[in-house]
């Protein structure tokens, strides 16, 4: 799982839980978008990923699903 949080100064305005549900093919890996509090999943939307790109780019898709489709923060 890939945990993320994001702060201004020093309070904590979101976190992030990107889960690893499996390999799919060719190396890519299938993700959800977790609650950090209940570790429910937030949106039925998957995103793919390759690991050998970094988790940059996984952040970055994850954070193109949270706005797309308008998921609030989790503070």
């Known amino acids: 799982m890939l945990l993320t949080k994001v702060y201004i100064n020093a309070r904590e305005i979101d976190a992030i839980y990107i889960h690893n549900t499996g390999l799919i093919k060719d190396g890519e ?5 977790m609650n950090p ?3 429910e999943v937030l949106t039925k939307t998957t995103v ?9 780019k996984l952040l970055i898709k994850v954070l193109e699903v949270l706005e797309n489709e308008n998921i609030p923060t989790s503070n």
């Open 29 to 33: 890996h299938i993700y959800r978008i």
């Open 37 to 39: 509090e209940t570790r």
């Open 48 to 56: 793919s990923h390759k690991r050998s790109t970094g988790y940059r």
